[in-house]
């Protein structure tokens, strides 16, 4: 059973000027140990979907399913990494990394212990008692990355979380994300990434999911088998990159027809281990 199912998901909104689909038919699956990326243009629906997958929204048609079970309401086996940060600016770095145990009841030495083992493996021992105000881009998006992880979750989302940020700060988080993917003794089970930057999303995932501009559709599911770490300056990283735009930027890849939804997803593409 696949960790997580979307079935034919539509998703539209009402304007004052008719109604605007922002997504048709998207259907794809995640496995256990899946690093998965989800590239398209802007407005193609990265972010909604996340939204849908995690019961912050309701699709128009279609199913998102967790565990064979249809997602209904905010699964709380989910959390996500935003592209904003959206700390508390009131609240200390510890006090914001606490905030989804206090929300499930632990006792209060529950919370500190697991509150001290994220902070130390996010990097952010010594900056316990500091205020976002006080934190560079990096370090707040290592909490928010703490903060997600605290919960320890079957499937972390995350929404453009290194777009906020100067490339070297970028580049050294993804790095660090990765060192946390590869350790099995730590969360999630699987990862979604949303992300405009494809080499990203190349560097990072093991399966790329391409969509249209909007109505957003499932152009087609790459799966990345470059091995770890990636050199972006190699021939077949360039030649993928290549192939991943021009489906974005062409709807096909280069020099062929645009491939029909059902040659193109893989939605059964086998996960690599994280080792």
């Known amino acids: 059973m696949a960790l997580i199912d979307v079935d034919q998901v539509d998703k539209s909104f009402p304007s004052r000027h008719g109604t605007i689909s922002i997504m048709n ?25 996340l939204r849908l997958i995690q ?20 699964c709380h086996e989910m959390a996500m990494v935003f592209q904003s940060f959206a700390l508390y600016p009131w609240l200390t770095v510890k ?4 905030l989804g145990l206090e929300a499930r009841g632990w006792s209060e030495e529950r919370i500190e212990a697991q509150v001290d083992r994220y902070i130390g493996v996010t990097g952010l021992v010594g900056f316990e008692e500091a205020y976002p105000r006080e934190l ?35 580049e050294s988080l993804r790095e660090e994300v990765l060192q946390l993917w590869r350790d099995p003794q730590l969360p999630p089970e699987a990862v979604i990434l949303v992300t ?3 080499e990203e999303a190349l560097v990072m995932a093991d399966r790329l999911i391409v969509l ?11 799966l990345v088998k470059l091995p770890r770490p990636r050199d ?8 993928l990159t290549d192939y991943v735009y021009s489906l974005i930027t062409e709807g096909r890849p280069p020099g062929t027809r ?10 059964a593409a086998s996960p690599t281990p994280r080792s």
């Not at 989800?38 to 193609?44: C, D, L, N, R, T």
């Not at 249209?212 to 790459?222: D, I, K």
């Not at 491939?259 to 893989?266: A, F, K, Q, T, W």
């Open 25 to 49: 038919q998207i259907s794809f699956s995640v496995a256990d140990n899946d690093f998965l990326a989800i590239v398209g243009p802007s407005g193609s629906g990265k972010s909604t979907l």
């Open 55 to 74: 019961g912050l929204d309701r699709p128009t048609a279609g199913e998102v399913r967790f565990r064979g079970r249809p997602v209904g309401g905010v």
């Open 95 to 98: 006090e914001n990394v606490a």
């Open 136 to 170: 560079s881009g990096g370090m707040r998006q290592r909490v928010g990355l703490a903060r997600a992880l605290a919960v320890e979750p079957a499937v972390l989302l995350m929404d453009e979380p290194f777009s906020a940020l100067d490339p070297l700060t970028a």
């Open 196 to 198: 405009h930057n494809i």
């Open 212 to 222: 249209s501009r909007r109505p957003g559709r499932v152009l087609a599911g790459v």
């Open 232 to 239: 972006r300056k190699s021939d077949a990283f360039y030649e």
């Open 258 to 267: 645009l491939p029909s939804p059902i040659d193109s997803i893989d939605p």
